[in-house]
């Protein structure tokens, strides 16, 4: 039977086993493969999307549970590469192979649009579950402070909208190699 959701802002079918994982349906059925495969038991946080804007592991998260749900992707996250994390991310450097990247910027996301100044260990908290084999831990450090500051420079004292329900999500094809 057909499973309904939302990914990026757009309404989509799947008619898939209600047990097959959410990052399975990204990368096999969709074609979506900025969501990376790693190792596929809640370890590593490649496959980390946001469910209802909280960070989650689609590797354990069978398609069944996110039925009627908003997820966005690391395709969706901006129509432009525009989200401050985005933009903090390539004026530190931050990657070096960049596998493991997708997800640390998805988990850095869904930090900075609950919490406006991040301290170094509410950080290292966000971010513990995201595994870096090159070792980028120290720049991703900067680079969530320096996501912070841009969003914060976004938002409007008016706004109580964080930049991912601000922006348009259109999907858009931003993410790493597959
Ligand atoms: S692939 Fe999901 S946490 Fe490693
Ligand atoms: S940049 Fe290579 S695994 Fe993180």
Redesign the pocket.
């Known amino acids: 039977m057909a499973i309904q959701l939302i990914i990026n802002g757009k309404p989509q079918s799947v008619d898939v086993p209600p047990n097959m994982p959410l990052?399975w349906v990204l990368r096999d059925t969709l074609g979506m493969v900025g969501t990376?495969?790693?190792?596929?038991?809640?370890?590593?946080?490649?496959?980390?999307v946001h469910i209802e804007g909280v960070a989650s592991?689609?590797?354990?998260t069978p398609i069944s549970a996110v039925a009627g749900k908003k997820v966005t992707t690391i395709e969706g996250l901006s129509p432009d590469r525009n989200h401050p994390v985005q933009r903090a991310w390539i004026e530190m450097d931050v990657p070096q192979c960049g596998y493991c990247q997708s997800?640390q910027i998805m988990s850095a996301a869904a930090l900075i649009a609950k919490s406006v100044r991040p301290s170094d260990s509410e950080i290292d908290d966000a971010m513990k579950?995201n595994?870096c084999r090159c070792g980028t831990y120290q720049r991703i450090r900067q680079a969530v402070h320096r996501a912070a500051e841009l969003h914060n420079a976004m938002v409007t004292p008016s706004s109580t909208e964080g930049p991912e329900e601000a922006l348009d999500l259109e999907t858009v094809e931003v993410g790493g190699a597959a």
């Open positions: 990052l990376k495969f790693g190792c596929g038991m809640a370890l590593c946080g490649a496959c980390t592991r689609s590797c354990i997800g579950g595994i």
